[in-house]
């Protein structure tokens, strides 16, 4: 009986340093064809932002680039298996938390030790109700707080665009970089990925 759970005891260890191997080699290994595309994708989706913001909107005097944009493509370039990075997360998150910071901002005074910390945890309770949790929605919340006067003054067309606008622009530039090779697929298990690659083979 001893010897036996001694068995099971070393199996469990041996196990578990396998894993933790495969964790360790996973996360230090350099895939430099991964790294190229991830570079590219977040390359071309924020210069596409950029660009539309700085050839078109300032004689709108709207705003397209927000930082928020840079920590969300991170993720939908960088950790494209996460599930925080699936559409229903990026563009719902990023929606839920621009709809909540404009709301607290328009209903509560402007003191900023309220305004600013409900906007963001409400944000996060919000998407993890709805399934929707993307951490740069954090920040998209609070820029609707303690944004300059001009994203202040865009009211709700604040979720519209940038949010709303500057997430389709990055989606669409992610389905297309992060399908270029067998070895990317976003989003994880989905027909909309199936379609991509079928394209693609047919090229």
């Given amino acids: 009986m001893k010897h036996t759970k001694r068995k099971k005891i070393s199996q469990n260890i041996k196990r578990n340093a ?45 705003i ?20 925080l990075t699936q559409p229903r997360n990026f563009i719902c998150g990023q929606i839920i938390s621009g ?24 944000s996060i309770v919000v998407m993890q109700i709805t399934k929707t949790l993307h951490p740069p929605g954090g920040a998209t919340a609070l820029i609707a707080v303690i944004g300059t006067e001009k994203i202040k003054a865009l009211g709700y ?17 992610a389905l297309v970089f992060n399908n270029m090779t067998k070895h990317r697929k976003y989003p994880t298990n989905s027909r909309l990925t199936r379609i991509f690659k079928r394209r693609e083979d047919n090229f």
């Fill in 18 to 62: 396998r894993i933790s191997r495969y964790v360790i080699y996973r996360e230090t290994s350099i895939d430099f064809k991964e790294q190229f595309w991830s570079f590219i994708g977040a390359f071309v989706g924020i210069s596409i932002i950029a660009f539309l913001q700085s050839s078109y909107l300032p004689r709108l005097e709207n």
């Fill in 64 to 83: 397209l680039l927000i930082g928020t944009f840079g920590a969300s493509s991170v993720l939908i370039f960088g950790a494209i298996q996460s599930p």
């Fill in 99 to 122: 709809l909540i910071g404009v709301t607290v901002f328009k209903c509560l005074p402007e003191i900023i030790w309220i305004t600013a910390p409900l906007a963001v945890a409400t």
């Fill in 157 to 173: 067309f604040y979720v519209i665009s940038p949010v709303m606008s500057g997430t389709i622009i990055l989606f669409i530039t």
